[in-house]
């Protein structure tokens, strides 16, 4: 019922121009005002490229969100989820009145608190006392209704004994733990809360989605949530819309959601023609996939897990005869673990042509990994290379229960099974 209905969005559009602050040029100023004057719509809406980061484009306009359409009922969580650039904080700004949108309509009902950027609206000279205030005013709270709760946002962020102390020695877990905890108390009608949280530990991550939670479910407030850590969204949300390239790709139940961003996430890499490699070349990598729980999904903490190499064998060598090792180092370039097929027996005889490193509960963290591999027939090196590839882990519900993933002792990744693909 539309009488449900607290945020509505419709035909939200966003254009920037790049490389330039403001409109442009005073040419495009007045191509501008004298459509406007003929009552003509603006000539420059009707150019511009799709916001895709990764390519050159041949245009100076891009639009960050496109024809963006939704609504949000009372009491109800949306996730929004996507990549890097696809116009997540971009429509959180639009909706939270940071930024006004190029073309298109927000309606809202109530109160809206945000919490987009750690720190946003602190003074770094004053105290966290007095940036309570500073903030709680900001966001639309009265002096007395501050004065009121500002011993329970003290207690929430857990910086008590540093409250007194001026901001710019905060840490930045410490102010957006001070940040959240003022935007959590002001009893919004509609919460927007973006990426910030993966800056507080996991303690303060486990309380602000339960104070989210609460917010939700025992006040009836509303709350969008972007966020990159899946489990996060899957526990806190009741709805998720996946953005690419600025536009709506999906909107729909949480784990579908979820599901629809992974797919299409794969990690292929033809390796045939890299140059940086060493050995005899008799047996070489041609290509790699890095796949999750199927062929089109993106690896996932706590999910299947396979690393498909298929080989260029040519002369037919046995699969008996090929060791194949692989090292996977972290963005550090620290060893997690190594892998090796010497750990299996090898019963078939057959020219080798794919192994497949299969893992049922994936245990490694969310981030990039480089994978460094070692191939050798009868002992004698040929085929190496130095940071081969890269993937990208997404955090996953490793529990099984909507719960963070912490830190993993990586070495259990040595559980693993090894399938060979022979002719």
């Not at 050995?279 to 290509?287: A, P, Q, S």
Request: with cysteine; glycine share 10%; net charge neutral.
């Amino acid at each position: 019922m539309m009488k449900d209905i607290i945020l509505k969005a419709e035909n939200i559009s966003k254009q920037y121009r790049l490389g330039l602050v403001g409109t442009g040029t005073i040419s495009h100023d007045l191509n501008r005002w004298w459509h406007k004057v003929r009552g003509k719509d603006d000539p420059f809406l009707k150019v511009g490229e799709v916001n895709d980061r990764s390519i050159k484009g041949e245009s100076d306009y891009v639009w960050a969100l496109k024809d963006i359409n939704f609504e949000v009922k009372h009491g109800e969580v949306l996730g929004i989820i996507g990549k890097n650039g696809a116009g997540k904080s971009t429509l959180l700004k639009i909706l939270s009145r940071v930024t006004s949108p190029t073309t298109g309509e927000i309606k809202t009902k109530g109160r809206i608190a945000s919490l987009l950027e750690v720190g946003t609206g602190f003074h770094p000279e004053m105290t966290g006392r007095e940036n309570i205030y500073l903030n709680g005013a900001i966001l639309g709270m009265t002096k007395a209704e501050i004065r009121s709760k500002i011993d329970e946002i003290i207690d929430f962020s857990g910086c008590e004994r540093y409250i007194d102390t001026p901001v710019k020695r905060y840490s930045s877990g410490m102010t957006v733990r001070l940040a959240f905890a003022v935007a959590a108390h002001l009893e919004p009608d509609i919460l927007v809360v973006d990426e910030v949280l993966a800056v507080g530990d996991a303690e303060f991550q486990k309380k602000a989605i339960g104070k989210m939670q609460d917010i939700s479910k025992g006040e009836g407030r509303t709350v969008l949530f972007v966020s990159h850590n899946m489990a996060a969204v899957k526990s806190l949300c009741t709805r998720a819309i996946v953005l690419e390239n600025g536009e709506t790709t999906f909107n729909g139940g949480v784990e579908a959601a979820i599901d629809y961003y992974l797919q299409g996430s794969k990690n292929d890499f033809s390796i045939i023609d890299f140059k940086d490699r060493k050995g005899n070349g008799l047996v070489k990598l041609k290509t790699v996939n890095v796949f999750g729980f199927n062929e089109d999904c993106k690896p996932q903490t706590g999910k299947p897990f396979t690393l498909r190499f298929e080989l260029e064998n040519n002369h037919g060598v046995s699969c008996d005869d090929i060791d194949f090792d692989i090292r996977i180092d972290d963005n550090m370039g620290q060893r997690i673990s190594w892998l090796s097929t010497r750990l299996f027996s090898k019963t078939n005889n057959g020219s080798l042509q794919k192994i497949d490193f299969i893992m049922d509960n994936l245990q490694l963290n969310y981030g990039v990994y480089y994978v460094t591999t070692y191939l050798t027939v009868k002992k004698i090196e040929s085929d190496w290379i130095q940071n081969a590839f890269s993937f990208e882990v997404e955090e996953g519900d490793y529990y099984g229960k909507g719960a963070f993933v912490s830190s993993i002792q990586s070495k259990a990744l040595l559980n693993f099974k090894v399938n060979t693909h022979v002719d």
